[in-house]
């Protein structure tokens, strides 16, 4: 979980609008379909609340086929319309942020196809841009999976590399920015020389080749306060929201996030520290890319 000084905010990439998810209080858009189109009907609630979308990869990890963060396509209702975007009932695809880009893909409805250009929070509401109107009231959508697969190994990167710097050198992440071909986090207090570089890139890449499983599940939010210290900013995250969803990568990372993440660290690859800038008062960002193992 990060906060990103030049404006991103990660609270695990997710809205931070307390919502229902099975049995439980999630930061993550979840409702029921019959629940959800009651509150439509009657009312009272804000947009957010009424255009409720549930977040399919938000599920726990319990070794379902396919796992959540790895299911491609789904079907879904629209239940709302704008000029250039459609609100769905539930969805696969991730809307930006937290660091996190967006999905892209396609929506079928009948024998048209529309094609998801971004994905974005607005109020929390779930807006899927597209270049045409989806026809009629049920879509199959499509997740750009090389896109998707790219931002999970570096999302889990990110983690893993932030979770080891913290430990060996107390320093937190107060911002981050993935993309497809290269990252950047940012670490305060920390003025690192070449050899912590090559330290951070031997640590990350030592956990990496222990093939440890990533795990994803929800957990109290004080017992989350309890473990991590101050290896992520809770306060960020309202207090009325009592469970987090949280990554852990074995005994290497422990943190709250709502992004899609890989289930085995060995998916990663290699991590390669590019270069190191100075952003100011004692922080420091770290540039890195992934290679092939």
């Given at each position: 979980m990060t906060t990103s000084m030049e404006g991103e905010r990660d609270f695990g990439s997710a809205a931070t609008t307390k919502r229902r998810t099975g049995s439980a209080d999630?930061?993550?858009v979840v409702l029921?379909?019959?629940r959800r189109m009651k509150r439509i009907l009657y009312g009272?609630?804000?947009?957010?609340?009424?255009?409720?979308?549930?977040v399919l990869y938000m599920e726990e990890r319990r070794g379902q086929e396919p796992d959540p963060c790895y299911a491609r396509?789904?079907?879904?209702?629209?239940?709302?319309?704008?000029?250039?975007?459609?609100?769905?009932?539930?969805t696969l695809f991730y809307a930006e942020g937290g660091g996190q880009p967006y999905d892209t893909g396609v929506l079928r409805g009948?024998?048209?196809?529309?094609?998801?250009?971004?994905v974005m929070k607005d109020k929390g509401v779930i807006k899927h841009h597209v270049d045409r109107m989806p026809m009629g009231t049920a879509v199959h959508g499509i997740v750009d999976w090389d896109r998707r697969y790219k931002h999970m190994?570096?999302?889990?990167?990110?983690?893993?590399?932030?979770?080891?710097?913290f430990r060996i050198y107390g320093a937190r992440t107060v911002g981050n920015q993935i993309h497809t071909d290269y990252s950047r986090v940012d670490?305060?207090?920390?003025?690192?020389?070449?050899?912590?570089?090559?330290?951070?890139e031997d640590e990350t890449n030592s956990v990496i080749g222990s093939k440890q499983e990533v795990r994803i599940f929800e957990e109290d939010r004080v017992v989350v306060h309890n473990k991590i210290e101050d290896r992520a900013l809770l306060d960020?995250?309202?207090?009325?929201?009592?469970?987090?969803?949280?990554?852990q990568i074995g005994s290497a990372d422990y943190c709250p996030c709502g992004g899609t993440h890989l289930k085995n660290v060995s998916e990663i690859g290699r991590v390669r520290v590019t270069e190191k800038r100075s952003k100011g008062r004692e922080t420091d960002r770290i540039v890195y890319e992934l290679v092939p193992p």
């Open positions: 999630l930061w993550i029921s379909a019959p009272g609630l804000s947009l957010g609340e009424r255009m409720a979308t549930r396509e789904f079907d879904a209702l629209v239940i709302d319309r704008g000029p250039d975007f459609v609100v769905l009932d539930q009948g024998e048209a196809e529309s094609k998801v250009l971004r190994r570096m999302h889990t990167s990110q983690h893993l590399m932030s979770g080891l710097v670490f305060q207090p920390a003025n690192f020389t070449p050899e912590d570089l090559k330290r951070i960020l995250i309202p207090e009325s929201v009592r469970r987090l969803r949280v990554i």
